[in-house]
């Protein structure tokens, strides 16, 4: 028997030149009808990126200790959600505090500005990754408005929402939620920060701003921090936040 | 009304028709978390024993959301035919589970109670049937539809080409229409989601692929998948728009079509005047549906009843509006609703199973997000056994990786490994334009060489 025919298919295919035009996958080529082993195990690896992302954990020492920097005290708090499997499953728990939590939050209770909440949501990476840089970016931008700033709190297994409860304990007047986004194929280190205004539980989506994409690749640490310090002004001027807090300078959004 | 049954002398009770279907639905995360699944393995088991005692006339008396606070009810109630049912009026659900799978039941029998059947009673019944059962019973069925072209014939399998981009620009969905196009891909529809909901995007993204259409005289139809209310404007501005399809996502209960912007009245308003532009040649199916289980509970608006059986009750929406297609994006929603492979798997064949018996042109989105636990190969694993069930289509995405949703579904590849493995042609009139084109050969097999040749034909032509 002859040796069989080794019949390269063209990596990027004979459709490349559309490339140019999409970030798709597209002019990835086949063999037979099937895609062909490079193009196969490329998304493989970038869906074990994204789950990798999914189950990563918060470095809270190594993040508390470049915290340091902004001369604020760092408290590290923890949802009801037990782990990661029961996370995903109830994203009510991942809503509220554990009680030792909410324990701990009384005893910091204060009159402040802004309570900035650190939480690994879908993407501990992501704040592992980029948390630091956005906070460098953002954090003189409060300083310089005088504005007083709550302890910063770490939150293991959280949602957007527990925001609500920390900050009420915290007796802060704003909010603002770093939380890690759900892993996509192309990036699973993007941060995603949700303001609210008079933060307090039961509250919804409608009454939240939100900037999603922050990371390096996506919206920048500078412009994400200056879009952010744009809307909490604004919150503060008009006191609320949420769809009645436009974006009139066009700063929000793409 | 309870019902109950007794297990090695213990009796397990249900206190009403809806607790009784919650308990007996196969276990998914979002039954759990809305607190309605059963306790345990043998509640479970008990719930579907009882259930398969229950007679289908009760579903008619017991109704799981009231008439009077739900228009999708009333919609069920007000439309049942009393004729067709007569027919099926003495079985219980479990008679009905081996009525459906006898051999003498054929595709006609079937097709024959369809108007009789109620979304709950088919959800009933998928609850004590295995995945293979599902499988059965939905080949039996075949539910064709027209506009440009034909979709649901037997031994034929179509896919919608899923176009998107972030931004929505023109040139990077035409790059993927094209790609898509020469793989064989696009006959249920070229279906965007836009990344924003302007009218005036919408409308150029209509218009390119109108100009796409008519230049190469190709029988398929577009949709932009915008909300109902921006569709309705467009056609209401302007009698020449180039809508083909009216697309919608549709819940199982008032509250929840309240929570997507939607009532009965518009979904009418808008296919009454979809219709009046009067753009199919062969064929006057204008709408296209998606739905998915979990998303009556995602806008609180489930009334106690579980994931499964409201994903059946917007069915009821669908066939009052004979769309060209529905297809359920089932994994889309997240693991908080369908945990895993093996629960995504399994809703999809009930969402196929309940549709198909009420006489809809059935397609899945067969998908995961990164935060399910599910990757591709569970999707391999789906889309064949949708493929032996006779779905009518699936999803057509470059690479299978959607970069503007941000989740992953069948690619151009896989709908053409699924044509290949169980001998399925995609819609006639458009296997004849691939023919004509070059792009198959007479076996329907994509050509190796003509690729290039095709890429400039249409990519000079049109992109630059």
Known sequence: MDKVIKDMPNADGPLN??????????????????????????????????????????????????????????????????????????????????????????????????????????????????????????????????????????????????????????????????????????????????????????????????????????????????KIFYLVQEAFRMRLSGVGLKDNQGLIGH | ?????????????????????????????????????????????????????????????????????????????????????????????????????????????????????????????????????????????????????????????????????????????????????????????????????????????????DQLRQQFDIPIQSCVLSHITTTLELINKNKEAPVDLCFQSIGGSELTNTSFGISLALIEEAYLATLSLNRGTIGENVMYFETGQGSALSANAHHGVDQQTCEARAYAIARKFKPLLVNSVVGFIGPEYLYDGKQIIRAALEDHFCAKLLGLPMGVDVCYTNHAEADQDDMDNLMTLLGVAGCNFIMGIPGSDDIMLNYQSTSFHDALYLRKVLGLKAAPEFEAWLTKQGIVDAKGQLTSTNQVDLYNHFGSLWIK
């Open chain 1, 17 to 226: 030149p559309l490339k140019e035009f999409t970030a798709a996958r597209i002019g990835i080529g086949r063999t037979g009808t099937s895609i062909p082993t490079k193009q196969s195990l490329a998304f493989k690896l970038a869906h074990a990126h994204a789950r990798d992302a999914v189950y990563s954990r918060l470095s809270i020492d190594l993040l508390s200790e470049n915290i340091k920097q902004f001369n604020l005290p760092v408290i590290v708090l923890h949802s009801k959600a037990g782990d990661r499997a029961e996370y995903l499953q109830r994203p009510d728990l991942g809503r509220k505090l554990k009680k030792s939590s909410v324990n701990q939050l009384k005893e910091h209770a204060s009159d402040y500005d802004v309570s900035i909440i650190i939480a690994d949501g879908l993407s501990a990476s992501a704040i592992n990754e980029n948390v630091i840089g956005l906070l460098h970016a953002l954090i003189p931008l409060f300083m310089a408005a005088k504005l007083k700033l709550a302890p910063i709190c770490f939150v293991e297994q959280g949602r957007v929402a527990v925001s609500d409860k920390i900050a009420h304990l915290l007796s802060a007047k704003l909010s603002i939620i770093l939380i890690g986004e759900r892993p996509g194929l192309s990036s699973a280190d993007s941060i995603g920060a949700y303001l609210t205004y008079d933060p307090k539980p039961g509250l919804t989506d409608e009454s939240r701003n939100c900037i999603s994409n922050i990371r390096p690749q996506g919206l920048p640490f500078k412009p994400a921090a200056e």
């Open chain 2, 1 to 209: 009304m309870s019902y109950q049954t007794t297990i090695g002398g213990k009796v397990c009770r249900f206190d009403d028709l809806k607790t009784l279907l919650a308990k007996a639905s196969p276990f998914r995360t979002g039954d759990a978390l809305a607190g309605l699944c059963a306790e345990s393995y043998e509640e479970r088991v008990a719930a579907q024993i009882a259930l398969a005692d229950v007679s289908l006339k009760v579903f008619l008396t017991e109704l799981v959301i009231p008439y009077e606070s739900d228009e999708v009810t009333r919609l069920i109630v007000d439309n049942h035919n009393v004729a067709a049912f007569s027919l099926i009026s003495h079985l219980t659900v479990g008679e009905l589970r081996d009525w459906l799978l006898m051999d003498e039941t054929t595709t006609s029998t079937v097709k024959s109670i369809e108007a009789g059947l109620t979304p709950e009673m088919v959800a009933a019944v998928s609850k004590i049937m295995r995945n293979q059962d599902l499988i059965a019973v939905a080949k039996k069925c075949e539910v064709v539809t027209k506009f440009r072209n034909t979709i649901g014939l037997k031994g034929h399998f179509a896919t919608r080409l899923q176009p998107n981009h972030p931004t929505d620009d023109p040139k990077g969905v035409a790059a993927s229409i094209i790609e898509g196009l020469l793989y064989g891909s696009g006959d249920a529809c070229i279906g965007i989601n836009p990344a924003t909901d302007s009218p005036s995007h919408v409308m150029s993204l209509l218009r390119m692929i």
